[in-house]
């Protein structure tokens, strides 16, 4: 953890320090690209500055094209994953190793403007400690994928405390303070936005024109995002636990009034066979009911599995340009410790 000196990176006179946290998941094709806006912008901003990139286990050559580039690309660190642990981990394993008083994480791909980092560092440098970007323009993500994302917020907003907007995305700038309560959160099952906004401090958006992919599509499958929102939702909230006592309650209570008027129409009237279609619906609808509860609990209990097991969060191959650490040992990280 960083220790704090009295001198504020944010005042007159102070040359605070950046770093840049790429996540990179399969971007060979595009790191030219990348490189060739992201350098110049980050040269013209005149502060000294370091760019994380983390290979997050790519499958082509992605990490040896970032060696190459480190000869030509000032201050370029490189994390290297064990595997694929995805964006989420990915990002957490380069703010762990960034050291600047203000860090930027943006995607890989071009989608975050370079550009724009200065318009983020600025409202930073007004006092503001976690600056998000927030898209300006409309989203392209389909029919489908938009009502799913609209309906994930929803439910979001609906059952944790703290809000995430859909429109500020996962391109950022915060605070040594902010990442340092980030890294705080040891938690396995992790929904970054989500444990951003739980930290708190004091945000502040920038309006940004997301881009096209410059190269390559995008690697969120539908089915990855929604075990990413499964999981936030689940990480954030319990209202999905509770509720399942309320329709209980109401179910039971609907049951008892029916079975009271059942018993006392029997007793005027006779007994009649007539009857079983009801009778099934009711115990089909009650059994479906059912399942989803246990379904929910089930949810809740692997989450509390992963984190009883208190496994590292990742595993880190190599690690190059870095001061401290040995390079080339599989390490695994705690948040906490300094590397
Ligand atoms: N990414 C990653 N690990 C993954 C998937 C993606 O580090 O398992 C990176 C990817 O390289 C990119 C960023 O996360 O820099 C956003 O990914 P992508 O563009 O596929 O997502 P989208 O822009 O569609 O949200
Ligand atoms: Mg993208």
Redo the contacts with the bound molecule.
């Keep these: 953890m960083t220790v704090f000196s009295d001198r504020d990176p944010r005042e007159a006179g102070a040359t605070p320090s950046l770093s840049v946290v790429?996540?990179?998941?399969?971007?060979s094709r595009g790191l030219d690209h990348l490189f060739a806006r992201l350098v110049p912008a980050l040269s013209a901003l005149g502060l000294p500055f370091e760019i994380i990139a983390?290979d997050?286990g790519s499958r082509d050559d992605t990490l040896a094209r970032l060696k190459e580039f480190r000869t030509t690309v000032p201050n370029l660190k490189i994390v290297a994953l064990s595997r694929?642990f995805?964006?989420e981990i990915?990002v957490t394993a380069g703010l762990r190793r960034s050291t600047g008083d203000v860090v930027v994480v943006m995607?890989?791909?071009l989608?975050h403007p370079p550009e724009s980092i200065g318009a983020l560092l600025a409202r930073w440098h007004e006092g503001f400690d976690l600056v998000y970007a927030r898209r300006n323009n409309l989203d392209r993500g389909g029919l489908l994928r938009n009502a799913f994302s609209h309906g994930f917020y929803k439910a979001f907003e609906f059952m944790s405390e703290i809000r995430v907007d859909r429109e500020t995305g996962d391109f950022i700038a915060a605070d040594r303070r902010v990442v340092d309560a980030f890294l705080a959160m040891p938690e396995r099952n992790r929904f970054n936005r989500g444990l951003f906004a739980w930290a708190g401090f004091k945000t502040a958006t920038v309006d940004v024109t997301i881009e096209e992919?410059a190269v390559g599509t995008?690697?969120?499958s539908f089915i990855k995002l929604l075990r990413l929102a499964a999981n936030a939702i689940t990480a954030f909230g319990t209202l999905p636990l509770k509720i399942w006592t309320v329709i209980g309650t109401i179910v039971s209570s609907v049951a008892l009034i029916y079975g009271a008027y059942v018993v006392g129409k029997t007793l005027l009237f006779g007994a009649d066979v007539p009857g079983f279609p009801s009778l099934l619906v009711a115990i089909l609808f009650f059994a479906g009911v059912q399942l989803i509860g246990l379904g929910i609990i089930g949810e809740y209990l692997g989450l509390v599995f992963s984190e009883v097991k208190r496994r590292p969060l990742y595993f880190v191959r190599e690690a190059i340009g870095f001061e401290q650490t040995a390079d080339g040992s599989p390490a695994a990280e705690t948040l906490r410790d300094a590397p």
């Design positions: 790429l996540p990179m998941h399969n971007e983390v997050d694929n995805g964006k990915g995607d890989s791909d989608q992919r995008s690697q969120w």
